[in-house]
């Protein structure tokens, strides 16, 4: 029921930034968790960040510091702000949302940090 888009990703230099976001369509109920995960060829996919609908937040490790999670409740949307991008953290980036017993995935966009 519920369709998740991603927006955002694109191509940046090293130490560049990106925000990335998430709209969720048809939701009729709230949405209590929503996430992003990413993925590169060969390798599990990796949870990078989670925010509640209380607005309590998450990090990998390898994200702290440069990478944050934020919501809109009432437009069911999910922003990623992403500065002081490195090589690696070059991945296809996975919206994930939680509504209810419902769990749905967006299609994912591209991020590329090189130089």
């Known amino acids: 029921q519920v369709q998740l888009v991603e927006s955002g990703g694109g191509l940046v230099q090293p130490g560049g930034s990106l925000r990335l976001s998430c709209a969720a369509s048809?939701?009729?109920?709230?949405?209590?968790?929503m996430d992003w995960y990413r993925q590169t060829p060969g390798k599990e996919r990796e949870l990078v960040a989670t925010v509640t609908s209380s607005g309590n937040t998450n990090y990998a490790d390898s994200v702290k510091g440069r990478f944050a999670i934020s919501r809109d409740n009432g437009e069911n949307t999910v922003h990623l702000q992403m500065n002081s991008l490195k090589p690696e953290d070059t991945a296809v980036y996975y919206c994930h949302a939680i509504s209810g017993v419902r769990i749905y995935w967006g299609q994912g966009t591209q991020v590329t940090v090189s130089s």
């Open positions: 048809r939701a009729s109920r709230i949405i209590s968790i």
